[in-house]
């Protein structure tokens, strides 16, 4: 669709009209079907050493969208033919926008705060270029303002930070006035503008969440980030009323949002929802298990003051990944907040373990705390001896 309504549809419609009689053919021949149709298309397709360069731009940018949809197991692939398509044709704003969105989605996957590529840079700022493509914009603006994710201090860093904010906000609003009807780069926007905090932002994050209601009523980033509105106006009431609904639609982020404002307004007790959030969210990416399991922590040590629970979930999010930025940032939830978990689990947290006569839980901390590199066989290493801990740890409990 997207080359179909801009100049290359008849540079590239012989690449494309190649990969679907080519499928075609295979599910024929897969399933032994209609052998004089399976004839007919087989004479009739092209061979790609005929093909021009934007002819094979096309088709290497066909293979990089067919990999990109097997996620993780495909993004190295979806990425190399996501640069041979480029190679083969530089002036095609959807094959650099392809790339950039496949190192950006490889980059989070890693670390959600892993730092912006030049590449990935590169190539969202030139297929908006190119294009002025709403979508494309969208990703432009997130990854600029992604690249000032990490804290630097320095007046420098700060005064470029903010530059860069107004100017993504002006592009924001740029768009905005062009009417999109895409629900997905409406409720980017609407994010965008909450996340100014300024009063003026706000009323177009309305706007555009207003737009989004006529769409998609039932969407959980919709009923989400209407929470997030109403939490900044004040009304806390509709606020978690958004974010009761945007849970019950397995929004993780919502979800933990909507514990913090039940808490706060004694509607629920954090812990039992959060234990069945752990089922609930079994299979989520690294990141959530992580955040999921300190949240549980800090619980157990916050609220209850069970220092036996609270060393259970902490070395279980630890075993995840000890390098993880998330036990490196300041952190709060519920009546929690410290400057980092690594410096509260260090200076504050292990000592109040051995103190406990639980030497053993402490040391395990320790030297998760400070893994440099870890190996899938270290974790199940660590992971078996931590089962063994766990129950020494509660045989002398009682003590």
């Known amino acids: 669709m997207e080359i179909q309504q801009g100049q290359e549809l008849c540079r590239t419609s012989r690449a494309i009209e190649h990969v679907f009689y080519s499928t075609k053919c295979f599910f024929l021949y897969e399933f032994e079907e209609d052998s004089i149709l399976l004839k007919e298309i087989?004479?009739?397709?092209?061979?790609?050493?005929?093909?021009?360069n934007e002819e094979l731009g096309a088709l290497y940018g066909c293979e990089s969208v067919t990999w990109s949809c097997l996620n993780d197991y495909g993004i190295k692939n979806a990425i190399n033919m996501a640069k041979k398509a480029i190679e083969k044709n530089q002036d095609c704003a959807l094959w650099h926008f392809i790339l950039g969105k496949n190192l950006r989605r490889q980059?989070?996957?890693?670390?959600?705060?892993?730092?912006?590529?030049?590449?990935?840079?590169?190539?969202?700022?030139?297929?908006?270029?190119?294009?002025?493509?709403?979508?494309?914009?969208?990703?432009?603006?997130?990854?600029?303002?992604?690249?000032?994710?990490?804290?630097?201090?320095?007046?420098?860093?700060?005064?470029?930070?903010?530059?860069?904010e107004k100017q993504v906000l002006q592009i924001a609003k740029e768009i905005v006035k062009r009417r999109p009807t895409n629900y997905r780069v409406l409720l980017k926007l609407a994010l965008m503008f909450l996340r100014a905090n300024v009063s003026d932002e706000t009323l177009l994050a309305k706007e555009c969440l207003d737009a989004v209601k006529e769409i998609a009523p039932n969407n959980t980033t919709y009923l989400h980030y209407t929470a997030m509105l109403y939490e900044q106006c004040g009304d806390y009431k509709e606020a978690i009323k958004y974010f009761k609904k945007a849970a019950e639609g397995y929004n993780f982020v919502a979800e933990l949002a909507y514990i913090q404002f039940g808490w706060e307004t004694a509607e629920l007790e954090p812990l039992p929802h959060l234990l069945r959030m752990l089922k609930k969210y079994e299979h989520v990416i690294k990141e959530r298990q992580i955040a999921l399991l300190l949240a549980v922590a800090v619980t157990y040590y916050s609220l209850h003051k069970d220092i036996t629970n609270a060393a259970e979930y902490f070395l279980k999010a630890l075993i995840i990944d000890p390098r993880n930025n998330k036990f490196k940032t300041y952190y709060k939830y519920l009546d929690f907040n410290t400057p980092s978990i690594s410096s509260f689990l260090n200076d504050q947290f292990c000592p109040l373990l051995e103190r406990k006569n639980s030497r053993e839980t402490s040391q395990k901390i320790k030297n998760l705390l400070n893994v440099r590199d870890v190996t899938t066989d270290d974790v199940t290493n660590l992971s078996e001896e931590f089962g063994n801990l766990c129950a020494n740890d509660k045989t002398g409990q009682s003590e």
């Open 107 to 164: 980059r989070r996957s890693i670390n959600i705060s892993a730092e912006v590529s030049a590449e990935e840079k590169k190539h969202f700022e030139i297929a908006y270029a190119i294009s002025k493509n709403d979508v494309f914009g969208i990703y432009y603006l997130q990854m600029r303002m992604e690249t000032f994710y990490k804290y630097v201090r320095g007046r420098d860093h700060f005064i470029r930070k903010t530059n860069n």
């Open 42 to 52: 087989l004479e009739n397709i092209d061979d790609t050493e005929k093909f021009n």
